[in-house]
């Protein structure tokens, strides 16, 4: 089976440039969670999707980024305008269904984004 | 208090050592517990849930006080390929979990 899908792997781009990120999560899986991940914070949560839905967008950092799900199988974290405090790894994780609490995510290769 | 703790390292041991990593969260409410594996520039992959009684997955073995609020990976006749950073996770909610930083081991020849 195929895991989680990110797109691209590397992004190298100036400030001010709009990025977008891509994830296409596991089939069957329902939440979809987008992470970044620096060395002086860790791995933080920024949004998590439930059939498609944004549940919790709490730690998206300012108003500059943005997600979307469009349906079950696709989504995007848009930074415009980008700045260089935005580098650093973005995660893409999807869960199944809910049976209670106890499901473990799966994690996409991530994308390492530099912005110059 | 930060919501899950771990001594960052690294833990430098030779192969065939065993070695421990101790975890401690804040949230007395969580209910799911998990220690995932990052390699260097991969992304965390599962290791293995942690358990109330305790559980053992070949040379792992992880463990859970509730009353402490403290989990534990134990990893017996440590090989290099065990080298990575071990990340603790536990549940902050329905659906989302929350991971600490991690613990780098580095096991050598």
């Known amino acids: 089976d195929a895991g989680v899908i990110q797109s691209p792997r590397h992004e190298v781009t100036e400030m001010g440039q709009e990025v977008t990120l891509r994830c296409k999560p596991i089939?069957?899986?329902?939440?979809l969670f987008w992470y970044r991940q620096t060395m002086m914070r860790g791995l933080e949560l920024l949004i998590y999707f439930n059939n498609n839905v944004p549940i919790d967008d709490s730690g998206m950092p300012e108003d500059r980024f943005s997600a979307k799900m469009p349906n079950a199988s696709f989504s995007t974290l848009k930074i415009q305008p980008s700045e260089p405090r935005d580098s650093a790894v973005y995660f893409c994780a999807s869960s199944s269904p809910n049976r209670g609490n106890n499901q473990p995510q799966h994690f996409g290769d991530g994308t390492r984004l530099s912005i110059l | 208090r930060k919501e899950v703790e771990q001594d960052p390292g690294p833990f430098n041991v030779p192969e065939g050592a065993t070695v421990a990593f101790n975890c401690t969260y804040s949230n007395s409410a969580s209910q799911s517990f998990f220690w995932y594996r990052q390699d260097c520039r991969k992304e965390p992959k599962l290791l293995m849930s942690?358990?109330?009684s305790g559980n053992e997955d070949g040379r792992f073995t992880a463990q859970l006080n509730r009353a402490s609020q403290y989990i534990s990976l134990l990893i017996r006749d440590s090989k290099l390929s065990d080298s990575a950073t071990y990340l603790c996770v536990v549940n902050s909610g329905y659906s989302t979990l929350t991971f600490g930083k991690g613990t780098m081991l580095l096991v050598s020849p």
């Open positions: 089939s069957g899986h329902n939440s």
């Open positions: 942690v358990y109330s």
